[in-house]
């Protein structure tokens, strides 16, 4: 009879080449601030109503 082995699975490899970062490819200009955060104004509404529901 044959004895059968299981070789335990390897944990991924992360992948070895960076990726791009689009905060550091683009210049840090007042217009890209003010777009960013004119984009992210739900956000900010959502992280003020989850605070006062906690308070």
Not at 20 to 36: F, Q, S, V
Request: net charge neutral.
């Amino acid at each position: 009879m044959q004895e059968r082995t299981h070789a335990q699975p390897q944990p991924p490899t992360p992948p070895l080449t960076p990726q791009p970062n689009r905060i550091l490819a683009e210049p840090a200009t007042i217009d890209a601030c003010a777009r960013d955060y004119a984009q992210a104004a739900d956000v900010r509404q959502a992280l003020a109503a989850q605070e006062a529901r906690q308070r």
